[in-house]
């Protein structure tokens, strides 16, 4: 897809699909590989995503798979800003996502700690601390809505729908609201693994190509997750080349972006593929 997304006054060109990094700053993330904690493995793990390929370094401080304890918005701000603070030291240039579904951490992490770009996990609250579908909200826009609106930045539209049916009507309905608000550069997630049964997470894949319709960059974060392994055996840790088949298909559905654990891997698929779309010109 032809598309850029502005970063702070510079542009990123998704027209070559780029490979998000997920660095956990969390004790307790499925996969025991992304948790960092210490200065030193926040700031091995930022050098590592740039260095082997990555473009956008995903950095999150709640866990979100099943049974994961309560993080309180204190304690998730501590860990934000202690990480964000040594990602900016470390790659000064990287675009910097951060993974959160509070919209007050959310503006911090734009105004004061050096975020670029708002992943949200909730599909703008329905998830989280809110826990309620958008129409039974007493506001007419979320507030998450309403802070990507006025901040101006990308935001990643993650959905929690379980069919793709629901998943575009949900999608066409937010961005509209987001539109009205203000946003300027909006990225789709279907959300693998997020409200979605293992038949439902492959029945959306399947058809993952109709999304292109809304002319939106797509991400794609299936990396090491259960929709994986719960298909093929095994856990998280046994889960890679899953990811990397499951990366690939999505590339070729038209993904923008891959969200990954495995930084090199999912950049040599990428790199692949633009070498296959060369050779069909």
């Known amino acids: 897809m032809e598309y850029t997304i502005n970063i702070k006054g510079r542009l990123m060109d998704l027209s070559t699909p780029q490979v998000m990094g997920i660095l956990n700053v969390t004790p307790d993330s499925f996969y025991s590989g992304s ?7 926040i700031a091995q793990r930022a050098n590592q995503i740039i260095e082997e390929g990555g473009s956008i370094i995903d950095v999150g401080a709640f866990s979100t798979r099943p ?11 501590r860990r934000l800003k202690f990480a964000l603070d040594i990602v900016r030291r470390e790659q000064p240039d990287a675009a910097v996502s951060v993974d959160t579904y509070r919209p007050t951490l959310a503006r911090k992490c734009i105004e004061e700690w050096g975020a670029d770009i708002i992943n949200d996990v909730s599909e703008g609250g329905i998830t989280g601390i809110a826990n309620v579908p958008l129409e039974q909200r007493q ?7 309403r802070v990507v609106g006025e901040l101006k930045v990308p935001y990643i539209l993650m959905s929690v729908q379980p069919t793709l049916e629901t998943m575009m009507k949900g ?3 937010e961005v509209q609201q987001l539109r009205d608000l203000g946003a300027k550069d909006i990225i789709l997630d279907p959300g693998f693994g997020f409200g979605k049964n293992l038949i439902q997470n492959y029945q959306i894949y399947n058809e993952m190509e109709k999304l292109n319709v809304m002319e939106l960059p797509v991400l794609v974060g299936i990396s090491r997750k259960s929709m994986i392994y719960k298909l093929l055996g095994g856990d998280a840790t046994t889960s890679l080349n899953g990811t990397s088949v499951l990366d690939t298909i999505a590339l ?6 891959l969200r990954v654990h495995d930084v090199k891997e999912a950049a040599e698929a ?5 070498a296959m779309k060369e050779g069909r010109t």
């Open 139 to 145: 506001e007419e826009y979320p507030e998450m809505f």
């Open 270 to 274: 990428v790199k692949i593929m633009e």
């Open 67 to 77: 049974g994961a304890d309560e993080v309180s918005e204190e304690e998730e701000g």
């Open 171 to 173: 999608f066409a309905r």
């Open 252 to 257: 070729m559905k038209g993904a923008s972006i």
């Open 35 to 41: 948790r960092k904690q210490t200065e030193m493995e």
